[in-house]
Protein backbone atom coordinates (compact mmCIF):
# COMPACT_ATOMS: atom_id res chain seq x y z
CA UNK A 1 0.00 0.00 0.00
CA UNK A 2 1.66 3.43 -1.21
CA UNK A 3 0.36 7.24 -0.23
CA UNK A 4 1.57 9.28 -3.59
CA UNK A 5 3.04 12.85 -2.43
CA UNK A 6 -0.32 15.45 -1.97
CA UNK A 7 -1.11 18.34 -0.90
CA UNK A 8 -1.34 18.10 2.75
CA UNK A 9 -5.23 18.52 3.50
CA UNK A 10 -5.81 15.30 1.46
CA UNK A 11 -6.05 11.81 1.93
CA UNK A 12 -5.34 9.81 -1.06
CA UNK A 13 -4.13 6.31 -1.01
CA UNK A 14 -3.07 3.82 -3.68
CA UNK A 15 -3.69 0.30 -2.41
CA UNK A 16 -2.36 -2.31 -4.94
CA UNK A 17 -4.64 -5.39 -4.55
CA UNK A 18 -5.69 -8.49 -6.45
CA UNK A 19 -3.87 -10.40 -9.05
CA UNK A 20 -4.61 -8.33 -11.89
CA UNK A 21 -2.72 -5.58 -10.34
CA UNK A 22 -5.73 -2.67 -9.38
CA UNK A 23 -5.08 -0.08 -7.90
CA UNK A 24 -7.91 0.62 -5.07
CA UNK A 25 -7.67 4.68 -4.32
CA UNK A 26 -8.70 6.31 -0.49
CA UNK A 27 -9.82 9.25 -1.23
CA UNK A 28 -10.82 11.99 1.46
CA UNK A 29 -10.10 15.21 4.05
CA UNK A 30 -7.74 15.00 6.58
CA UNK A 31 -9.50 17.25 9.30
CA UNK A 32 -12.70 15.06 9.20
CA UNK A 33 -11.14 11.82 8.55
CA UNK A 34 -14.04 11.19 5.54
CA UNK A 35 -13.13 9.28 3.02
CA UNK A 36 -14.58 7.62 -0.45
CA UNK A 37 -13.18 4.13 -1.91
CA UNK A 38 -12.77 4.24 -5.88
CA UNK A 39 -13.22 0.82 -7.54
CA UNK A 40 -13.62 -1.75 -4.19
CA UNK A 41 -12.60 -5.38 -5.25
CA UNK A 42 -10.62 -8.05 -4.71
CA UNK A 43 -10.66 -7.93 -0.77
CA UNK A 44 -13.72 -6.31 0.88
CA UNK A 45 -12.61 -7.57 4.45
CA UNK A 46 -9.04 -6.04 3.95
CA UNK A 47 -10.03 -2.74 2.43
CA UNK A 48 -12.84 -2.21 5.33
CA UNK A 49 -10.43 -3.11 7.86
CA UNK A 50 -7.37 -0.78 7.07
CA UNK A 51 -10.14 1.78 6.43
CA UNK A 52 -11.14 0.99 10.44
CA UNK A 53 -7.40 1.24 11.09
CA UNK A 54 -6.84 4.44 10.19
CA UNK A 55 -9.79 5.70 11.76
CA UNK A 56 -11.39 6.66 8.72
CA UNK A 57 -15.52 7.37 8.42
CA UNK A 58 -16.39 5.89 5.13
CA UNK A 59 -19.38 7.80 2.98
CA UNK A 60 -19.63 6.36 -0.26
CA UNK A 61 -17.77 4.53 -3.31
CA UNK A 62 -16.89 5.63 -6.85
CA UNK A 63 -16.74 3.37 -9.49
CA UNK A 64 -14.65 4.16 -12.95
CA UNK A 65 -16.48 1.47 -14.98
CA UNK A 66 -18.19 -1.86 -14.60
CA UNK A 67 -15.35 -4.37 -15.32
CA UNK A 68 -15.30 -7.37 -12.52
CA UNK A 69 -12.21 -5.93 -11.43
CA UNK A 70 -12.78 -3.11 -10.34
CA UNK A 71 -16.29 -3.30 -8.63
CA UNK A 72 -16.94 -6.88 -8.23
CA UNK A 73 -18.95 -9.81 -10.17
CA UNK A 74 -17.73 -12.59 -12.81
CA UNK A 75 -15.21 -12.61 -14.56
CA UNK A 76 -13.53 -15.60 -16.53
CA UNK A 77 -15.13 -18.15 -14.48
CA UNK A 78 -14.24 -16.99 -10.99
CA UNK A 79 -16.60 -14.85 -8.23
CA UNK A 80 -14.91 -11.26 -7.77
CA UNK A 81 -15.43 -9.28 -4.26
CA UNK A 82 -16.65 -6.00 -5.36
CA UNK A 83 -19.70 -3.82 -4.29
CA UNK A 84 -22.02 -6.08 -4.23
CA UNK A 85 -19.97 -7.19 -0.72
CA UNK A 86 -19.34 -3.63 0.59
CA UNK A 87 -22.86 -2.52 0.89
CA UNK A 88 -23.55 -5.96 2.55
CA UNK A 89 -21.13 -4.68 5.26
CA UNK A 90 -21.73 -1.13 4.74
CA UNK A 91 -24.78 1.50 4.67
CA UNK A 92 -23.43 3.66 1.54
CA UNK A 93 -23.51 4.53 -2.04
CA UNK A 94 -21.95 3.51 -4.94
CA UNK A 95 -21.53 6.65 -7.29
CA UNK A 96 -21.40 5.29 -11.11
CA UNK A 97 -21.57 7.53 -14.48
CA UNK A 98 -25.25 7.32 -15.64
CA UNK A 99 -23.62 5.27 -18.93
CA UNK A 100 -22.52 2.81 -16.37
CA UNK A 101 -25.23 2.16 -14.15
CA UNK A 102 -27.22 -0.09 -16.18
CA UNK A 103 -24.01 -2.01 -16.84
CA UNK A 104 -23.01 -2.09 -12.92
CA UNK A 105 -26.48 -3.46 -12.12
CA UNK A 106 -26.04 -6.11 -14.42
CA UNK A 107 -22.52 -7.25 -13.41
CA UNK A 108 -22.60 -7.01 -9.72
CA UNK A 109 -26.78 -7.31 -8.93
CA UNK A 110 -26.83 -4.31 -7.10
CA UNK A 111 -29.86 -2.17 -6.75
CA UNK A 112 -31.27 1.17 -8.44
CA UNK A 113 -31.48 2.50 -4.80
CA UNK A 114 -27.93 1.53 -4.35
CA UNK A 115 -26.48 3.55 -6.63
CA UNK A 116 -26.28 7.43 -7.10
CA UNK A 117 -26.35 8.41 -11.18
CA UNK A 118 -23.84 11.16 -12.17
CA UNK A 119 -22.95 13.21 -15.37
CA UNK A 120 -19.73 15.05 -16.22
CA UNK A 121 -19.08 17.97 -14.57
CA UNK A 122 -20.77 16.71 -11.22
CA UNK A 123 -18.84 17.21 -7.71
CA UNK A 124 -19.21 15.16 -4.67
CA UNK A 125 -18.23 16.93 -0.82
CA UNK A 126 -16.15 14.68 1.41
CA UNK A 127 -15.73 16.93 4.15
CA UNK A 128 -13.96 19.85 3.03
CA UNK A 129 -12.50 17.92 0.24
CA UNK A 130 -14.55 17.89 -3.83
CA UNK A 131 -14.25 15.50 -6.31
CA UNK A 132 -14.99 16.30 -9.67
CA UNK A 133 -16.81 13.74 -11.98
CA UNK A 134 -15.11 13.56 -15.62
CA UNK A 135 -16.70 11.26 -17.92
CA UNK A 136 -13.98 9.80 -20.48
CA UNK A 137 -15.81 7.06 -22.78
CA UNK A 138 -13.73 4.72 -24.54
CA UNK A 139 -12.87 2.17 -22.68
CA UNK A 140 -16.67 1.75 -21.56
CA UNK A 141 -19.61 3.89 -22.47
CA UNK A 142 -19.54 5.37 -19.26
CA UNK A 143 -16.16 5.19 -17.76
CA UNK A 144 -15.27 8.27 -15.87
CA UNK A 145 -12.39 9.52 -13.93
CA UNK A 146 -12.20 11.61 -10.80
CA UNK A 147 -10.30 14.78 -10.79
CA UNK A 148 -9.87 15.91 -6.78
CA UNK A 149 -7.65 19.26 -6.63
CA UNK A 150 -4.91 18.85 -8.41
CA UNK A 151 -4.73 14.71 -8.49
CA UNK A 152 -6.46 13.04 -11.27
CA UNK A 153 -7.99 9.05 -9.90
CA UNK A 154 -8.13 8.07 -14.22
CA UNK A 155 -9.42 4.50 -14.02
CA UNK A 156 -8.76 2.34 -17.28
CA UNK A 157 -8.91 5.32 -19.20
CA UNK A 158 -5.29 6.30 -19.00
CA UNK A 159 -2.35 4.83 -17.80
CA UNK A 160 1.35 5.72 -17.24
CA UNK A 161 2.30 4.57 -19.91
CA UNK A 162 -0.89 3.15 -22.17
CA UNK A 163 -4.29 3.39 -22.18
CA UNK A 164 -7.62 1.10 -21.24
CA UNK A 165 -8.50 -1.37 -24.50
CA UNK A 166 -10.78 -0.46 -27.41
CA UNK A 167 -11.52 -3.56 -28.70
CA UNK A 168 -13.96 -5.03 -25.86
CA UNK A 169 -17.96 -5.24 -25.93
CA UNK A 170 -19.05 -1.42 -25.43
CA UNK A 171 -15.55 0.17 -26.04
CA UNK A 172 -15.45 2.63 -28.61
CA UNK A 173 -11.85 4.08 -30.26
CA UNK A 174 -13.28 8.19 -31.25
CA UNK A 175 -14.15 7.92 -27.44
CA UNK A 176 -10.93 7.10 -26.39
CA UNK A 177 -9.50 9.51 -28.45
CA UNK A 178 -11.69 11.96 -27.55
CA UNK A 179 -11.03 11.48 -23.70
CA UNK A 180 -7.75 11.06 -24.09
CA UNK A 181 -7.22 14.64 -25.48
CA UNK A 182 -9.19 15.89 -22.85
CA UNK A 183 -6.70 14.48 -20.34
CA UNK A 184 -4.26 15.56 -21.83
CA UNK A 185 -5.04 19.19 -21.55
CA UNK A 186 -4.99 18.91 -17.80
CA UNK A 187 -2.01 20.90 -15.90
CA UNK A 188 1.36 19.47 -16.59
CA UNK A 189 1.57 19.10 -12.55
CA UNK A 190 -1.65 16.96 -12.53
CA UNK A 191 -0.74 13.83 -10.14
CA UNK A 192 -2.11 10.73 -12.36
CA UNK A 193 -2.95 7.63 -10.52
CA UNK A 194 -3.93 4.85 -12.96
CA UNK A 195 -6.37 1.55 -12.71
CA UNK A 196 -3.81 -0.63 -12.52
CA UNK A 197 -0.09 -0.90 -11.40
CA UNK A 198 1.35 -1.45 -15.30
CA UNK A 199 3.87 1.36 -15.65
CA UNK A 200 7.51 1.52 -14.58
CA UNK A 201 6.23 3.57 -11.92
CA UNK A 202 2.66 3.76 -10.19
CA UNK A 203 2.18 7.12 -10.50
CA UNK A 204 3.60 10.54 -12.38
CA UNK A 205 2.25 13.62 -13.02
CA UNK A 206 0.91 14.87 -16.45
CA UNK A 207 3.59 16.38 -17.79
CA UNK A 208 5.63 13.36 -17.23
CA UNK A 209 3.04 11.11 -18.39
CA UNK A 210 2.88 13.10 -22.00
CA UNK A 211 6.10 12.79 -22.46
CA UNK A 212 6.38 8.99 -22.22
CA UNK A 213 3.04 7.83 -23.35
CA UNK A 214 2.99 6.92 -26.65
CA UNK A 215 -0.85 7.41 -27.25
CA UNK A 216 -0.93 10.96 -25.79
CA UNK A 217 1.21 12.11 -28.33
CA UNK A 218 -1.06 11.30 -31.25
CA UNK A 219 -2.75 14.29 -32.05
CA UNK A 220 -5.09 13.46 -34.92
CA UNK A 221 -8.32 11.08 -35.13
CA UNK A 222 -7.34 9.62 -38.15
CA UNK A 223 -3.34 8.69 -37.00
CA UNK A 224 -5.33 7.39 -34.08
CA UNK A 225 -7.54 5.00 -36.10
CA UNK A 226 -4.79 3.63 -37.83
CA UNK A 227 -3.16 2.76 -35.25
CA UNK A 228 -5.97 1.85 -32.76
CA UNK A 229 -8.27 0.37 -35.47
CA UNK A 230 -12.04 1.47 -36.04
Request: charged fraction near 25%; proline fraction near 5%.
Amino acid sequence: MAEPAQEPELIIEQIEIGPMQNFTYLVGSRSTREVVIVDPAWDIDGLLNHIAERDYQLKGALVTHYHPDHCGGSMGGHSIEGVSELLEKQGLKIYVHNKEADGLRKVTGISENDMVRVSSGDTLSIGDVDVEFLHTPGHTPGSQCFRIKETLVSGDTLFINGCGRVDLPGSDTEDMYRSLRKLAALPDETLLLPGHNYGHVPNATMGETKQQNTYLKISDLDTWKMIMGG
